[in-house]
């Protein structure tokens, strides 16, 4: 079961500070912060998201990821994600690499379709273990729930920053079509006494379209651009922290920022413990083609500036989303280019 309690993040640890933004004021559409929002989904593609309302949904999926890890393994194994490009299910620790040179990591997560929680009791992509499906009504449901009203109120204010017509972002994120979404819940274990500082999951960017993260212990690293080093994100109680993912950034022809991050052991006292954290992942219907949206100025303007990013990949959603995920699966790895072929935005020039 996760801890309730934790050492405290030390003092002497150098973290990025990210902009809170108060989600009751996005709702109210109150100017100065959806200012202050669209500042950090261009500069750093990070920020605190404080009163989301999420707490309780939130703790819900910790205790469901709990009781599913606390399953034997072989019964995990009956759902796990398989070599195909399928997130949807279980992965055990080491089933992916964490860089090109096949280094296994370190971490284990359950991850549930949104397709699946919401179309409840029947299955619509594939079955989970037990303890999921007993939480899948009650806790993940409205946790996917939650997360959806939470990520589209902040795609709104991104929709109309960016000249978009309205209700474009949301249109490509239907709710009546398949898609990548998914709520995941990983465990990392205390940090390697060997290798204290070893990464439990690889540099990337994120696959979709934003990011809803729950953590309370640190490990999350960004590599703030024109930085030579990787700097924490401390946690804050009550905080979520949210960020921009693949597919924006390309929708927006590179304007909103998919920025690199990693996970690595929690710093000081907090290396000692189990690390848990909850994120629900929003990303495009399946057959959305993941292309800049010139039907903005602002865009079209970006794009023809940037004319050395391809902004224009032609991949549809599903096809990005099952290319990354496949890739980095330790049983299709044939050298580093599996991992180069696991790669999104990460490696584009800014």
């Not at 819900?60 to 399953?71: H, I, V």
């Amino acid at each position: 079961m996760p801890a309730l309690t934790f050492p405290p993040f030390p003092v002497n640890i150098q973290t990025h500070p990210l902009l809170v933004i108060d989600y009751q004021l996005i709702k109210a559409k109150d100017k100065n912060e959806m200012d202050r929002l669209w500042e950090a989904g261009t500069k750093l593609g990070f920020w605190y998201l404080k009163n989301h309302g999420a707490d309780e949904e939130a703790n819900g999926m910790f205790e469901m990821g709990a009781e599913t890890m606390a399953l034997p393994l072989e019964e995990n194994m009956k759902f796990e994600q398989g070599d195909d490009g399928r997130s949807f299910g279980y992965k055990a620790t080491g089933a992916n690499a964490v860089d090109a040179s096949g280094l296994k990591d370190l971490v284990e997560f359950i991850n549930v379709s949104k397709d699946d929680a919401l179309a409840w009791p029947k299955i619509a992509r594939r079955e989970y273990p037990s303890t999921v499906n007993a939480r899948m009504e009650s806790t993940i449901a409205p946790f996917v729930r939650k997360s959806m009203d939470v990520t589209f109120a902040l795609l709104d204010v991104f929709n109309d920053k960016l000249g978009l017509p309205e209700g474009t972002l949301r249109k490509l994120h239907p709710l009546e079509e398949f898609s990548g979404s998914e709520t995941r819940v990983t465990k990392s274990p205390p940090a390697h006494r060997e290798d204290p500082n070893r990464q439990m999951l690889g540099s990337h960017t994120d696959f979709g379209t934003l990011s809803f993260l729950h953590n309370r212990l640190g490990g999350l690293q960004v590599l703030v651009p024109g930085a030579e080093s990787w700097q924490y994100i401390k946690p804050l109680p009550g905080h979520a922290i949210c960020n921009v993912g693949d597919a924006l950034a390309i929708f927006s022809g590179g304007i909103l920022r998919s920025n690199l991050h990693r996970v690595v052991p929690p710093p000081g006292e907090q290396s000692k413990l189990e690390r848990w954290s909850l994120v629900f992942f929003i990303r495009p219907g399946n057959s959305v083609i993941l292309n800049a949206r010139t039907e903005s100025k602002m865009i079209a303007d970006s794009v023809k500036k940037n004319a050395h990013r391809d902004f224009n990949t032609g991949s549809t959603a599903e096809a990005w989303f099952a290319r990354r995920v496949k890739y980095q699966r330790i049983n299709n790895r044939k050298g580093p280019e599996s991992w180069q072929a696991s790669r999104g935005t990460e490696d584009i020039e800014t």
